[in-house]
């Protein structure tokens, strides 16, 4: 959760002339309600399987940008899915910077931060990472991110596929 997948997605997309898909944009419009109003009203099972039903709906051998929820690589082996369909990255940032990141969005978007700021936030940022790093590490490159734009990040990683 604030990473810049979307952001960075975006813009890495765009140098590369490539479509760009955000996997919880197109979650929302195929139910007509906010990732967080489908977990609230149908289950995170439901959630985590449609999740699994977009990733296997993926064209195969197309080249296309896809920011995922941060999630969605955590459930069903979906890491797995996602390294065998195409190159994957970790978007690594510190606990204080995502911290930061977070505290200038719209918060009342993420229910599972409302009511948190300062310690809290970050405590609920580092518990998250830690039980989610297993799967994260296992993407093809994790990209060091703190101290740079998104702009240059998603520069940076577009470099890489040029």
Aim: with cysteine.
């Amino acid at each position: 959760m604030g990473s810049g997948k979307t952001t960075m997605g975006k813009l890495i997309a765009e140098e590369l002339h490539l479509p760009f898909v955000d996997t919880d944009e197109v979650l929302s419009e195929q139910e007509g309600m906010s990732c967080s109003d489908i977990i609230c009203q149908k289950g995170q099972a439901y959630f985590r399987q449609q999740e699994r039903n977009l990733l296997n709906s993926l064209p195969q051998n197309k080249g296309m940008v896809v920011a995922t929820g941060g999630g969605m690589p955590c459930f069903l082996d979906n890491i797995s899915l996602i390294t065998s369909i195409g190159i994957s990255l970790f978007l690594d940032w510190s606990v204080e910077n995502l911290a930061i990141r977070l505290s200038l969005t719209d918060l009342s978007t993420r229910p599972m931060l409302l009511g948190k700021s300062g310690e809290e936030l970050r405590a609920h940022i580092q518990k998250q990472l830690t039980e989610r790093m297993i799967y994260y590490r296992q993407a093809h490159h994790t990209i060091a991110c703190d101290g740079h734009t998104d702009e240059e990040m998603a520069h940076r990683i577009a470099q890489l596929f040029l």
